[in-house]
Nanobody
């Protein structure tokens, strides 16, 4: 079992930045691929970024490439998402997820956090 807790969300103006953090409970943190997904109001859950256990492979959604950066610190059992040049369409609840392999589809991830709200005002 892996418990994931997101933090760092909030209200920011368009063009601004936020850094999301996901703290994990499990000591075998480095064996899991991790990802960020988001769900905007009245929309389906959407893949944002993913990183494998070692951090050597990273995937991004086209909509965030060049603006967002995913990273992890296995010594601290923590996942990050640095979000720059935020747009109103980035407004969503952001979730971190953990699973056995890196993937862009949510069903590949076994564990999910409760989410943190990001609101970008235009």
């Amino acid at each position: 079992q892996v418990q994931l807790v997101e933090s760092g969300g909030g209200l920011v103006q368009a063009g601004g930045s936020l850094r999301l953090t996901c703290a994990a409970s499990r000591r075998t943190f480095s064996s899991y691929a991790l990802a960020w997904f988001r769900r905007a109001p009245a929309k389906e859950r959407e893949f944002v970024a993913a990183i494998n256990g070692s951090g050597g492979r990273i995937l991004y959604a086209e909509s965030v490439k060049g603006r967002f950066k995913i990273s992890r610190d296995n010594a601290k059992n923590t996942l990050y998402l640095q979000m720059n040049s935020l747009k109103s369409e980035d407004t969503a609840v952001y979730y971190c997820a953990a699973g056995p392999r890196i993937a862009i589809v949510g069903r590949e991830y076994e564990y999910w956090g409760q989410g943190t709200q990001v609101t970008v005002s235009s």
